[in-house]
T-cell receptor, first 109, second 118 residues
Framework: KNEVEQSPQNLTAQEGEFITINCSYSVGISALHWLQQHPGGGIVSLFMLSSGKKKHGRLIATINIQEKHSSLHITASHPRDSAVYIC???????????FGEGTQLTVNP | DTGVSQDPRHKITKRGQNVTFRCDPI?????LYWYRQTLGQGPEFLTYFQNEAQLEKSRLLSDRFSAERPKGSFSTLEIQRTEQGDSAMYLCASSLRAGGSSAYNEQFFGPGTRLTVL
């Protein structure tokens, strides 16, 4: 069993839909990251959180430390949101990240 | 551009050849990470440095792989006697590790080097 698991693996939505991607982890963490990866490989950090909720534009990330679960929500989805979304956890030592396998999101116009 | 840069962006090589990749982190960042990503998978940790010290190596990093960060700035990752299974995207990231037990570790990623071994 992977230390970080994401669901779903693939998600197709229509423009304007509300999207949720889930991440569960089985290890202790100091922080959880949501990353976005576009075709070509570049990875961009969307959120880093250790408790509660963060919002940036149409993106919202929440984390429940007790349940070891995080969600990434996209409101009013748009085709430009199409990308791979990756959850990663930072151990208490703050060293290297452990990644989920990613969720491929496709938003159709 | 003051982000993380990697060179080359693409490398095609024949099996058995040696390859070397370079990563230039954000200048004030003291930590530098190497990850490998194969198609359809999330990145996997290879190794990381704090300044010039290599603090951790994954068991994925066989003896054909070596990484250095001699002056605590740029880093190189060398793969000797490449195999087809080495074909992947090699990602570099850097972060500023401040002191304290609860220090966050936001990592900034480079564009990656895509290696194809024929």
């Amino acid at each position: 069993k992977n230390e970080v698991e994401q669901s779903p693996q693939n998600l197709t939505a229509q423009e304007g839909e509300f999207i949720t991607i889930n991440c569960s982890y089985s290890v202790g963490i100091s922080a959880l990251h949501w990353l976005q990866q576009h075709p070509g490989g570049g990875i961009v950090s969307l959120f880093m959180l250790s408790s509660g909720k963060k919002k940036h534009g149409r993106l919202i990330a929440t984390i429940n430390i007790q349940e070891k679960h995080s969600s990434l929500h996209i409101t009013a989805s748009h085709p430009r949101d199409s990308a791979v979304y990756i959850c990663a956890v930072d151990p208490p030592s703050g060293s290297r990240l452990t990644f989920g396998e990613g969720t491929q999101l496709t938003v159709n116009p | 551009d003051t982000g993380v840069s990697q060179d080359p962006r693409h490398k095609i090589t024949k099996r058995g050849q040696n390859v070397t990749f370079r990563c230039d982190p954000i200048s004030e960042h003291n930590r530098l990470y190497w990850y490998r990503q194969t198609l359809g998978q999330g990145p996997e940790f290879l190794t990381y440095f704090q300044n010039e010290a290599q603090l951790e190596k994954s068991r994925l990093l066989s003896d054909r792989f070596s990484a250095e960060r001699p002056k605590g700035s740029f880093s190189t990752l060398e793969i000797q006697r490449t195999e087809q299974g080495d074909s992947a995207m090699y990602l570099c990231a850097s972060s500023l590790r401040a002191g304290g037990s609860s220090a966050y570790n936001e990592q900034f990623f480079g564009p990656g080097t895509r290696l194809t071994v024929l």
